[in-house]
């Protein structure tokens, strides 16, 4: 066992707590066997430490830089990677652009940091030349980016590494489970109880990113997750304020400017975390239009505003 | 965005896109993996115009077994029937010599360049390989190989490192390899220049059941990638052969008088090679993408301590024609001067440490002319064919071996599972 796992007992069940992807993460054995809690949560970190060495875009030694540092050359990518991005462009095509893993070198012109710092028009627009999955050239196994465009999976990658611990452990086992890793859960079905996961879903302003299991009275509201995904999208503390108008953080790549009236955060339920993940970002994108988006698709949600 | 007159197929969609995802991959070391292995089978048929021909079935298998980590097996069989020039040149009557065996005999008719029609032999060859990083931007690839005739046995052993540089522009190659060969001819090995028996009244000299060479090679190589869509090579390799280098069954005429084609009294003599052999050769390599196709481009200079020079010049053009089918014609030139030791026949009394007329350490040249036709069946499948036609012509003034002709015709189906 790692020295960075940790072991808790709780109300009838077990739970192995570390950090990975830049988030507190937990995973909820719902059982009394301790041996078996920890070698599960050791299974579950070491597929998230797995997935955030791989497609981390702050490392220099992953498939991730190789294809960012590949000046414009076709480079050969594993079936993981061409998987994520067959998905990514899948996303890229049901959202018509909105959602677009190319759209991360708008982090340059816009650090929302909660200043006023809002760039000027032109920088949003030499930006934008560097970005569009359309001007991408993948054909698995290839991928060929033009020069001075960038991937980042950080939009999917939290979501996929919960589904695939999920997977690994629910090849390993038959009791239930919670994975949480930084507010994106997954079920994997009802306890011995025959209850659901108890959630809480926190309103911003308050803790970011880690849901209070059973403790209900912080929380704006519990609901009971018996099996499935939960992603939330959205950061209150991520904004620019200028001359009265507050940009949110959610970009439109199409644009480059932050979609308008964006809600403060989105939690969807659905099959998976990864699916939640994609249609809580792209209810944001919806900026007024996130509530009747997410109503046609029959999904478990909360929106939240200011 | 306007989402809103699709929402309901959006999710529909993005559900069995995920499941996809999901489904799709596995992570090493968990469970059943898909598309971890990688296969390649093919049968060549190669048939040169009233000799040799060769029927080859290769079967090569090659599965991920970590990151960038990966194994490969591959078994060839050669199959190989039909008659083979023996060295001894065409005279004005019938000739007649000793099978290898030494218990039979065959009967060139006048005018015709002597073939051996013994030549009957299937090949079985394995080999494995090891491909693996050792550190960021290091990789070592590591080899065994084995392989068998009824009278001849190699087995081998190599190890590659390939080292990358300047953001995986540049890489390094260096590699050695070291096969251990066995030859045991049928009748034994002949003792070098001296004569071939006509009869089966007499048995051929022998010094022995059998001899080993050694083979050592050393590869140094650089790639480059030039530009967006260009790639170079080159490779230096240095090689060194010792040990039994001769080719038992191979013999030269003997005739009285340099101008004639009247045989001695000892009318044939088997061929003696030295027994070591050093060669070099240089190769450099481009490859460039088209919008779309791709033409690649070879060069290699190869020379050795036996006298022999050659260029080669080899050519491809993948001409795409949508729909994943494609096209790929290919050329290749190829241009070799002579041993030291080659003759096409001695003189009589004027016997040399080292002869042989093998036509293939002749002067010579060889064109070939080819097509392949590819087709990707499915995202994990392709097959393709190909011919190719070889002309290949002694050069040189006085008299020469024949020109050879052959063709091949080679099927390939590889997926992935």
Not at chain 2, 87 to 99: D, V
């Amino acid at each position: 066992m790692a020295p960075s796992l940790h072991i808790k007992p709780g109300n009838n069940f077990w739970s192995g707590h570390f950090h990975a992807m830049a988030s507190p993460c937990e995973v909820l054995i719902d059982t009394n066997d301790q041996a078996l809690a920890e070698r599960l949560a050791c299974i579950a970190q070491n597929e998230a430490a797995r997935i955030e060495k791989k497609f981390s875009r702050y490392r220099d030694d992953n498939i991730i830089y190789r294809i960012n540092h590949s000046a414009g050359r076709p480079l050969e990518v594993d079936a993981e990677t061409a998987a994520l991005l067959d998905y990514a462009e899948h996303c890229y095509r049901i959202s018509n652009g909105m959602f677009d893993i190319t759209s991360g070198v708008l982090r340059r012109v816009w650090q929302f940091d909660g200043g006023d710092n809002v760039p000027q028009p032109a920088q949003v627009a030499a930006v934008q030349e560097l970005l569009g999955w359309h001007r991408v050239d993948w054909q698995r196994p290839l991928l060929t980016l033009p020069e001075g465009f960038e991937i980042d999976l950080g939009g999917i990658c939290k979501e996929y590494a919960v589904d695939r611990s999920a997977m690994l452990l629910a090849a390993q086992t038959d009791v239930s489970f919670l994975i949480n890793y930084g507010g994106d859960l997954y079920a994997s079905k009802p306890r011995r109880s025959s209850q659901g996961w108890i959630i809480g879903v926190e309103r911003p302003g308050q803790s970011t990113r880690h849901a209070d299991i059973n403790q209900p009275s912080a929380a704006a509201g519990n609901f009971e997750l018996c099996r499935g995904g939960v992603a939330t999208s959205g950061d209150a503390r991520r904004f620019l304020l200028k001359d009265g108008i507050r940009y949110s953080h959610i970009l439109n790549p199409l644009t480059g400017w932050p979609v308008r009236n964006a809600p403060r955060s989105v939690t969807v339920v659905a099959n998976t975390c990864t699916e939640a993940g994609i249609l809580s970002t792209l209810a944001m994108l919806q900026g007024t239009e996130a509530e009747a988006f997410l109503a046609g698709q029959n999904v478990q949600h909360w929106v939240l505003r200011d | 965005m306007q989402l809103n007159n699709k929402s309901k197929p959006v999710r529909h969609s993005l559900t069995l896109a995920t499941a996809t995802l999901l489904g799709s991959v596995s992570a090493p070391g968990y469970g059943a993996a898909s598309n971890d292995w990688e296969i390649d089978s093919s049968v060549l048929y190669y048939a040169e115009d009233g000799r040799v021909s060769a029927i080859e079935p290769v079967v090569r298998a090659r599965k991920t077994i970590g990151d960038d980590e990966f194994l490969t097996f591959r078994l060839v069989v050669d199959s190989l029937t039909g008659s083979s020039a023996n060295g001894a040149i065409a005279t004005t009557a019938a000739q007649t010599f000793t099978k290898p065996s030494g218990d039979a005999t065959y009967t060139t008719a006048a005018n015709t360049t002597p073939l051996d029609p013994s030549f009957h032999d299937t090949r079985v060859a394995v080999n494995g390989e090891w491909e693996k990083p050792l550190q960021d931007n290091l990789k070592g690839i590591f080899g065994a190989n084995l392989s068998k005739e009824y009278d001849y046995t190699s087995l081998g052993a190599s190890a590659t490192l390939a080292w990358d540089f300047n953001s995986r522009n540049t890489t390094f190659t260096t590699g050695l390899s070291l096969n251990l060969d066995t030859v045991k001819p049928v009748g034994g090995i002949p003792d070098g220049l001296t004569a071939m028996p006509t009869t089966t009244t007499f048995t051929k000299a022998s010094v022995g059941d059998s001899d080993n060479k050694t083979v050592v090679d050393v590869l140094l190589g650089i790639t480059q990638v030039i530009g967006r869509k260009t790639l170079m090579q080159f490779n230096y390799t240095y090689g060194q052969d010792d040990g039994y280098l001769t080719d038992p069954y191979k013999i030269l005429s003997v005739v009285t008088d340099a101008g004639t084609a009247t045989l001695a009294a000892t009318p044939y003599l088997y061929e003696q090679r030295p027994d070591s052999r050093v060669r070099n050769a240089f190769y450099w390599k481009t490859v460039h993408q088209f919008e779309q196709d791709v033409v690649n481009f070879s060069y290699r200079y190869y020379w050795d301590d036996w006298g022999i020079t050659s260029h080669t010049f080899d050519a491809r053009y993948r001409y795409e024609l949508g729909g994943g089918h494609y096209l790929m014609p290919h050329a290749r030139y190829y241009l070799q001067d002579k041993a030291d030791f080659y003759h096409y026949k001695l003189v009589d009394g004027d016997i040399p440490r080292y002869a042989s007329a093998d036509y293939r350490l002749g002067d010579l040249s060889t064109t070939t002319l080819g097509l392949k036709y590819g087709v990707e069946l499915s995202e994990n499948s392709e097959f393709s064919v190909r011919a190719e036609i070889m002309k290949q012509q002694s050069r040189g003034s006085g008299a020469t071996f024949p020109d050879v002709d052959a063709m091949i015709l080679q099927a390939n189906y590889s997926f992935l599972f």
